[in-house]
T-cell receptor, first 111, second 114 residues
Framework: RKEVEQDPGPFNVPEGATVAFNCTYSNSASQSFFWYRQDCRKEPKLLMSVYSSGNEDGRFTAQLNRASQYISLLIRDSKLSDSATYLC????????????FGKGTSLLVTP | EPEVTQTPSHQVTQMGQEVILRCVPISNHLYFYWYRQILGQKVEFLVSFYNNEISEKSEIFDDQFSVERPDGSNFTLKIRSTKLEDSAMYFCASFSGRNTGELFFGEGSRLTVL
């Protein structure tokens, strides 16, 4: 069974804090990796893709370790608006781009 | 900005009834999907559709489910005889086929089976 595992949290952090989320995936054939964000009772939205070399988008940094089958997301200088559930997502190159979602890690940023 | 639209936003039905959920994907996208999310659980893949046929389906997508793209614009999910455990949010998504791999999701259709 192809699983994506995440620490469910919740992570409660003050504004300005740095927070890190981790994710592991079971299928070594996985080819593409993403972090999606889901606000309460809303649809998932792409936050960022994750590349082997690591990538950064403003306050967000994503890392991939293929050998350990591990993905991370670092959020620096947390804002209240970062409060959401962060979904680790993996697909398979031979799956027609079907996405396999983790259950998500809940983040609450407090004033 | 182009978006995926879904109707209805909420449907309540009796167990055993047929339900059709409708989606209008982004117009130049090539791949279409249905996902579901039972309350408090993860987003689960149901089916993907490309070139007017199913390209992949999960074990959840059994004979009670079917998909259609009847007119080149709408993409529908039909559940023939709903069960209580079909109660969930159903998300439609579309993908352009380009390298980004980004799926664009609709706002979802909440199905409640009584």
């Amino acid at each position: 069974r192809k699983e994506v595992e995440q620490d469910p949290g919740p992570f409660n952090v003050p504004e300005g804090a740095t927070v890190a989320f981790n994710c592991t995936y079971s299928n070594s054939a996985s080819q593409s990796f993403f972090w999606y964000r889901q606000d309460c009772r809303k649809e998932p939205k792409l936050l960022m893709s994750v590349y082997s070399s690591g990538n950064e988008d403003g306050r967000f940094t994503a890392q991939l370790n293929r050998a350990s089958q591990y993905i991370s997301l670092l959020i620096r200088d947390s804002k209240l608006s970062d409060s959401a559930t962060y979904l680790c997502v993996v697909n398979l190159a031979d799956s027609g781009y079907a996405l396999n979602f983790g259950k998500g890690t809940s983040l609450l940023v407090t004033p | 900005e182009p978006e995926v639209t879904q109707t209805p936003s909420h449907q309540v039905t009796q167990m055993g009834q047929e339900v059709i959920l409708r989606c209008v994907p982004i117009s130049n996208h090539l791949y279409f999907y249905w996902y579901r999310q039972i309350l408090g659980q993860k987003v689960e893949f149901l089916v993907s559709f490309y070139n007017n046929e199913i390209s992949e389906k999960s074990e959840i997508f059994d004979d009670q489910f079917s998909v259609e793209r009847p007119d080149g614009s709408n993409f529908t999910l039909k559940i023939r005889s709903t069960k209580l455990e079909d109660s969930a949010m159903y998300f439609c998504a579309s993908f352009s086929g380009r390298n980004t791999g980004e799926l664009f999701f609709g706002e979802g259709s909440r199905l409640t089976v009584l």
